[in-house]
């Protein structure tokens, strides 16, 4: 017959007993005490975020030495399954984009690019946004970024290039802080990033440094949504460039009925001019070209 399980607070007084704290040595829990706590199952703030976030199908694996997923990375599920395990949907979707088809068409005025599908496989795993934030669930898809730059004269008189961005990219639902929204430090972190890349183009050496990040949330930011952010260089002083930008997500719904060419039925759900659409956050930042930029590896110009 099977010995009775003791129960967590006999497990507590047994490990605690005066005989064992002054023999203490460091060890790993005992086992009769771990088989407690496991009966516990997950925490409830676990469970809160599993309730309040829909269920997705299981993603497939992205492919070795990149934790971004492409487009020939697609499952078997069905044409209306979450858009955030369908890259291939995703993809289209964003193709779609009324915003994207128009910087598509002006190709001498905006440069389209992916960055970090740039960085060397052996740097991109260690890049924050490149690498820890890929993936399934989080940042699925490389964000897409268009640059426009031109030159102007700064205050001094000597020319410059003051350069805006638009980025376009998807926020999964594994990046959420309070359940069923969007961590407000991956915000500031996605500002970071693109207002880095929008003023490469203001320093010699294409590296500049954050001095300073201001963001103003101005409404929750939802997971499984397609997001625009805009960034623009608004004055350039020598090493010092200043930034400013605005990020919007679309209306479009978490999961969306797509027909057999992976098309959104209603491309209104698509536009930043639409009613649903949310500006959750502003920003503005002080980047500097760090003295040592010569000794650094460049990840922001391609």
Aim: charged share 20%; glycine share 6%; proline share 8%.
């Amino acid at each position: 017959m099977a010995a009775k399980m003791p129960s967590l607070a006999q497990a507590t007084k047994w490990l605690l007993r005066p005989s064992r704290i002054q023999n203490f040595k460091p060890v790993s829990l005992p086992a009769v005490l771990e088989s407690c706590l496991h009966q516990h199952g997950p925490s409830r703030s676990a469970v809160v975020h599993e309730q309040a976030l829909p269920q997705t199908q299981t993603p497939v694996p992205p492919v070795e030495g990149s934790p971004f997923f492409t487009q020939s990375q697609t499952n078997s599920s069905p044409i209306q399954a979450v858009i955030q395990d369908d890259t291939t949907s995703l993809d289209a979707v964003i193709s779609q984009l009324p915003l994207v088809q128009s910087l598509r068409q002006s190709r001498k005025a905006y440069k389209e690019s992916r960055p970090h599908l740039a960085i060397p496989p052996a740097i991109r795993q260690h890049h924050f946004v490149g690498g820890s934030l890929a993936g399934s669930g989080k940042l699925a898809l490389a964000p897409y970024m268009w640059t426009s730059s031109q030159k102007t004269k700064t205050e001094s008189g000597k020319a410059a290039h003051v350069s805006s961005v638009i980025s376009v990219f998807h926020i999964g639902r594994d990046l959420c802080g309070h359940p069923g929204f969007v961590h407000g430090g991956l915000l500031s972190v996605l500002f970071d990033e693109v207002f880095a890349r929008c003023v490469s183009a203001a320093f010699p050496s294409g590296l500049g440094m954050t001095a300073n990040l201001n963001v103003d949330f101005r409404k929750p930011a939802l997971p499984d949504r397609l997001y625009v952010l805009r960034a623009e260089t608004t004055k350039v002083e020598g090493r010092k460039a200043w930034v400013e930008g605005k990020m919007t997500y679309l209306p479009l719904p978490l999961s969306t009925p797509l027909d057999a060419k992976n098309l959104v039925p209603d491309v209104e759900l698509l536009s930043e001019d639409n009613e649903g659409a949310v500006r959750v956050s502003e920003a503005r930042a002080l980047f500097v070209e760090p003295k040592f930029a010569d000794s650094m590896v460049s990840v922001y110009r391609t």
